[in-house]
């Protein structure tokens, strides 16, 4: 049985659909159904709604654009969209100006919306697919700049006190495309609600990564600003990386690998030309799982629909009626090969649900 229980019916700001189909809602294009789909506008209702007895005892997942995540089959339980959209500033001090966005509100229009206020901070991250509430959960991060440097505090809901709470940014526990929110622990216990940034008055902008520099030489932009730099980076993105509303697929599939130094020595000596990267830890580096990818040949490899895109080894694609499991076991099948070659283990960037 299909079909939509109205909101009104409920008493509750929000709307419930039974047996969804959460094709919609993952830019992957794959078919996968939820017991219960809930778009919330309110977040302060959540107590209300998450004590509804439809869904006692059921797993809960956190949804977003669906640009992170891997079906590879139906959720039994409820699928949770949390809609509400408002971004404002909220301060200014000596530090720099204060922004505070819903989590609902899509992830590049608030890259355009700091830029038409002349904010600096997240141009890097420009054209980035998902909303910001799911931004803090990966920690987000493109063309040497990440997330946290500019995350004040994460709202959230807390499901263990059933309380909405203000964690600042040292209890997020970021990390590399990780947080307190993705761990097992965290991804259970809290739903981000609203994100709060620091924009420092003074932040210079980020052109070391390789390709900015040049993309922004190519394009005229000798003294850029924030908005070139965003403009830069759309244009690489738009030419290396396939678009979901075209072809599905979750951006780039595998985490860059992190090795012990002596590792990534051996390596680079044996391949070199492996691009290798500094790490937070200064105990490891970081290498370019692309490239780990595309020189075993399998760039544009495909098995069925499921497969690797043309444009960019790091990217799985859906070429029309994949299923999840069918990209799931191409992706393992990468990993093995990776493995065997180089005694590195590729983890996936979605969520694998």
């Avoid at 189909?21 to 794959?30: A, E, I, K, Q």
């Avoid at 420092?200 to 980020?206: F, I, K, T």
Wanted: proline share 6%.
């Amino acid at each position: 049985m299909m079909g939509s229980v109205n909101s009104d019916r409920v008493s509750l700001p929000c709307l419930i659909e039974e047996h969804a189909s959460l094709r919609r809602y993952n830019t992957f294009g794959v078919e996968a159904r939820a017991r219960w789909l809930v778009r919330l506008r309110q977040p302060a209702t959540l107590p209300e709604v998450l004590a509804r007895p439809e869904w006692a005892g059921l797993p809960v997942l956190v949804l977003g654009d669906g640009s992170n995540v891997l079906f590879r089959g139906d959720f039994p339980g409820m699928v949770l969209r949390v809609e509400a959209r408002r971004v404002e500033t909220v301060g200014r001090d000596a530090l720099g100006t204060l922004v505070r966005v819903e989590a609902g509100h899509g992830w590049h229009a608030f890259v355009e919306w700091t830029l038409s206020q002349s904010l600096v901070g997240i141009e890097n991250l420009a054209l980035i697919p998902g909303t910001v509430g799911a931004a803090p959960i990966q920690n987000i991060g493109a063309y040497g700049a990440e997330l946290d440097a500019l995350v004040e505090s994460v709202e959230a809901y807390d499901r263990s006190t059933s309380q909405l709470v203000d964690l600042d940014r040292a209890a997020c526990a970021f990390d590399y495309r990780n947080s307190l929110f993705k761990r097992a622990e965290g991804a259970q216990r809290y739903i981000v609600t609203a994100v709060r940034f620091r924009f420092a008055h003074d932040r210079p902008l980020v052109l070391h990564y390789p390709g900015v520099r040049e993309e922004l030489a190519a394009l005229g932009m000798s003294a850029p600003t924030a908005a070139d730099v965003a403009r830069a980076v759309c244009a690489i993105r738009r030419r290396k990386l396939p678009d979901p509303a075209r072809i599905g697929n979750a951006g780039s599939f595998f985490k860059n690998p992190q090795v012990p130094v002596a590792q990534a020595e051996a390596l680079a000596a044996r391949l070199p030309a492996l691009p290798v990267f500094a790490a937070r830890d200064p105990a490891q580096r970081k290498l370019s799982a692309g490239w780990l990818i595309e020189n075993l040949g399998l760039r544009g490899y495909r098995d069925g629909d499921a497969g690797v895109a043309e444009s960019h080894a790091l990217v799985l694609v859906n070429h029309g009626e994949a299923t999840g499991e069918q990209i799931w076991r191409l992706a393992q099948f990468i990993q093995e090969r990776v493995a065997g070659a180089y005694g590195v283990m590729l983890e996936p960037e979605p969520v694998v649900v």
